[in-house]
């Protein structure tokens, strides 16, 4: 070791290749439908094709004689210990929470609803044999309007809960009616969240193997640790019996948030049967049965003075839970209420929330929970009350917005935003964009009347993520706590394995973990290994959502290293016979202050503490250190997302001709992995503003089961996106840091649709419901060149592809 | 039962199948091949795609039996002598994958793609993948990691610029 070693190994900020891509790109991986078991039997579930219907007879004696078939199950067969499903935050103390049974006994209530299943040798005999089921149905009426559902004399989703509304939750902070009373401008819309199904690539796939009374469960979630506790309370199988196992993970968004009807069978048919068990759903039926996401109705009103100020918000929302209240069904919209006063400076803030139970697929947890909607909400709002006021969107956000100077921050909502600035991100990516140049093509297309139509659009945009101080959930009612564990062990040899609470698909946890202990402990990025998704060698963990896997784990990591350096200081001292106040720590080895030449690296300190032959008096042979980290506050992620779109007032069709995001994540630990983030969340959102709708017919089918009817964007639809970034650290955490994972989505949705709605507002158009089809926007613009349209004359054009049945007075009402 | 031989990955297979035995189930179930996954099952999203005597293919919609005689390379096969294909280094070097799920079929798809057009512009990249979805990039980076591949498989015609060359071949 010489003097010239650098302070630190610098990996943190660097953009290093990930360590996970080497399994990915050669097909070495280990999706849980790669899992393969001696003796493995594979399940398919015969899923109900009504909405709404009481069962009165199921037969799956002809199912069993099938070729290959092993034994056939109906709901009946599970009624007595398959529990109820859980839902972990009942949002408000009278919440109404129907019972959920993972295979349906008496009653189905949305289409897909599991209700026999067959166990075979392979996949293709499972699925034949399904056709020798017989099930009699009677069928009940579909609950498919929220604003119908609601009213008095409603059909009844389930009956025995006397009521659709399962919860109602209202904050108010501010004398709302002063506001409004005294009010310059008030602004009444509604807007409509459309359904949205999450779709990440791999799809659900779960695999169980009993051995005598213990279990292991393999399963494509982003919970293992939350599933196995939730496993246990739902079957009465203790805790230390189960073992779950998360391996490569494609993809979450949310959707893998989730304890499901089938995680919570495949234990039981293995438990029952006494050998393994895998099932893997298709697409189609994922796109039916996995939660969806959204689907809210808006009806925000707005108070201004006449230049600009906003003086109140009222929020009032109808929530659509679908047919049972899954995990954080009831949570997601409530996660919207704190963020619809967004940066916004406001006296007065109301937000009223009714969630609605109807006959189709539960809601929850999809890329932004809540945050998304409120952010679209209130974005749009305040286009809305800049083209009432005839003032540029901008200048009204300016007017309105926290200044830098002004943090920390205490919001109407009653958040405390730590930190931020809004000035210096829009500044930047207001240059990126050219905004002044776009706004004068815009008018000379305008002035010339020009087919085709420039829009911009804006997106100032805030939101909580890391997910979260545990002292808040818990005044939510959520029913646990928001921390992160890590463990450092340190290896004779001088590796480190970092074990994580975290529960990584797809988010590059083995590379930023490493790059954060490698800078910690001055030891080299490969010799560190990450362990995690498994509840055996990852015990503890509250895994990955929300944006928290940074500011939460990673936190707690980084804490854990400090607790290494600790232990291994004392062992230098000794080793040194130096005092170990005079010791420093960088660059990986404990120097003597004023003797930089003598030194002593933490790997020859890792192996001495193995070895333990020469250890201080009273110091346990042990360098491993292990941390809890409970965050004191959310992080306040920001930025400013500016859109350029190009409307055909001939064909409706929309085409992004420029986007620019400019992010304040704070500090970045790895700029290649945050931008990648960033990508593919503004391609969610896009998606949302363009795309992607879940529509149910009259009847309660599901007419968007296939990515042929659900449309995902491909390659040809989404632009090339100009990312950059400010740099305002957190001041919550010790890395400055807060979260990406779902900055895009929330930001980008209404950045496109005010840009849309910009490109033809000269028109007369003041709203087109998501998604803005081709369809859509053309009969806004033909319909605006005549008469006002009354809100209930919603336009046809759904997304949803061949064969979609429309029916937005419906969903979309 | 229907008798297929086919060489995967330079493995000659010799099986018995039923004859409904689609491609990507007779890779995976029996030949243990499960570097090729399914992501939909109706050839939307391209995860499976594998090469069918060179030629790119989503071997959900393609039968075990139709591919009698043939030589299969899926992702499990394309490096060679532990030395990976210029599009897979390409996929790493540019962060073109996250959850990785799409990886195979996007890889497979982008080596078709370049063979059939070594130096294609941004608009036929993305024009030539369309039929392979992933939920994670946006494809940002899948766009600019076929591009750094042209550039390093086509190295005689490097000076052409690529928006230049994007109909020569």
Redesign the interface.
Known sequence: MTALEPETTHEIGQAR??K??????????N?T??I?LPGLMHVAFLRSPQAHARITSVDVSAAKERPGVIAAFSGADFAAEQGSLPCAWPVTEDIVIPDHPPMAVDEVCYVGEAVACVVAR???SAADALDAIEVDYEPLPPVLNMEEAVAEGAALVHADKGTNTSFHFVMENGDMDAAFAGADVVIDRTFVQQRLIP?????RAVVCAPVGDEYTLWSATQIPHVLRVMLAMVTGIPEHKLRVIAP????G?GSKLQVTAEEVLALLIAKRLGRPVKWTE???EGFMTTHHGRDQIQHLRLAADRDGRLRGFHVRLLADMGAYLMLVTPGVPLLGAFMFNAIYKMDAYTFDCTGVLTTKMPTDAYRGAGRPEATFGVERMMDELAAELAMDPMELRRRNWIAHDEFPYDTVSGLTYDSGDYEAATDKAMALFGYDALRKEQERRRSEGDPVQLGLGISTFTEMCGLAPSRVLGSLAYGAGGWENAQIRMLPTGKVEVVTGSSA????HETAWSQIVADRLGIPFDDISVIHGDTQSSPKGMDTYGSRSLTVGGIAVFNACDKVVEKAKRVAAHLMEAPEADLEFSGGAFRVRGTPEASTTIQEVALATFAAHDLPDGMEPSLDSDATFDPENFSFPHGTHLCATEVDTRTGEVKIRSYVCVDDIGKVVNP??V???V??????GIAQALYEEAVYDTDGNLTTT???DYL?P???D?P??TTDRTETPATTNPLGVKGVGEAGTIASTPAVVNAVIDAVRHLGVDDIHMPCTPERVWRAVHDAEGRARPPEDLPPGAAGGLGSVNTDEGASS | MARVSVTVDGVRCDDDV?P??LLV?YL??RL???????????T??G?CTVLLDGVSVKSCSVLAVQADGSEIT???G??ENGE?HPV?RA???Q?A????????GM?MASVDLLRDNPRPS?GE???G???????????????RAVRQAADEMAPASAEVPAQASGGAA
């Open positions: 290749r990930r996970e891509d080497a399994r990915l790109i050669t097909g070495r991986t999706w439908d790669n393969q392979d996949r293709y779709a990440a690539m791999e799809p490569d993970v494609g993809g968004f298709s697409r189609s698909h797809g988010q590059g290649l992995i931008e990648g983030q990508h593919g969340g503004l391609a969610q296939t990515m042929a995902l491909s390659a040809m989404l090339e996106f | 039923e409904r035995l189930h995976r179930d243990g091949k499960v570097g090729t996954p399914i992501g939909c099952d109706t939307n999203c995860a899926t992702i499990e394309l490096a990976l897979q996929f790493h070097d962060h994958l996250q959850c990785g799920y799409c990886t195979p890889i941004e990249i993305r024009e993948l369309e039929g392979n979805l992933c939920r994670c990039t946006g494809y940002q980076n899948i766009v």
